[in-house]
């Protein structure tokens, strides 16, 4: 099973649209969660970390299950500038590594 | 806002070849990370640097890989003889402080396209 899983989409919306994108990760010592953005060929960006309770930034609501797992995005009111891959990343704390463990991603492409 | 800085962002070498990978931290970070991406798959992790010395690697981080903060600034990845296999986009992070939540701030990346 790999380590954060997430469907690569495409995921094509138009403009204005809700889209929502989810995640599930393996290792249940994961400490920490975020969603981060990555345009084509540029470096990750951080979106928002992920917290148990949900978290809101905007037009982008994260959501944490850990029972379950599994990451949530939800994107509302899509814009054009949204398109991007969206990168789901847990932290397993080893001390002073803190290394983040990214999954492949989910593409959007937001169109007229 | 503060940035990572690498250079190069294009790098052309032969197999075999000897590269450095050059990045300059935030001055006032003290975790350093390094992190490649293969076109096409996820961003993978291969080092973490802290108090001057490797804290974690990963199975890719093998032999052939070294880093340093030779001076005080600048933070290097060597790949003592590269393989074709090594082509990828290489990021840079620091970070200022240790703690799950500090954010990684990513350099630019430096694309290494091994012929």
């Known amino acids: 099973r790999k380590e954060v899983e997430q469907d690569p989409g495409p995921f094509n919306v138009p403009e204005g649209a809700t889209v929502a994108f989810n995640c599930t990760y393996s290792n249940s010592a994961s400490q920490s969660f975020f969603w981060y953005r990555q345009d084509c060929r540029k470096e990750p960006k951080l979106l928002m970390s992920v917290y148990s309770s949900g978290n809101e930034d905007g037009r982008f609501t994260a959501q944490l299950n850990r029972a379950s797992q599994y990451i949530s995005l939800l994107i509302r009111d899509s814009k054009l500038s949204d398109s991007a891959t969206y990168l789901c990343v847990v932290n397993v704390d080893t001390g002073t590594a803190s290394k983040l463990t990214f999954g492949t991603g989910t593409r959007l492409q937001v169109t007229l | 806002e503060p940035e990572v800085t690498q250079t190069p962002s294009h790098q052309v070498t032969q197999m075999g070849q000897e590269v450095i990978l050059r990045c300059v931290p935030i001055?006032?970070?003290?975790?350093f990370y390094w992190y490649r991406q293969i076109l096409g798959q996820k961003v993978e992790f291969l080092v973490s640097f802290y108090n001057n010395e490797i804290s974690e690697k990963s199975e890719i981080f093998d032999d052939q890989f070294s880093v340093e903060r030779p001076d005080g600034s600048n933070f290097t990845l060597k790949i003592r003889s590269t393989k074709l296999e090594d082509s990828a986009m290489y990021f840079c992070a620091s970070k200022s402080r240790a703690g799950n939540n500090e954010k990684l701030f990513f350099g630019s990346g430096t694309q290494l396209s091994v012929l």
């Open positions: 001055s006032n970070h003290l975790y």
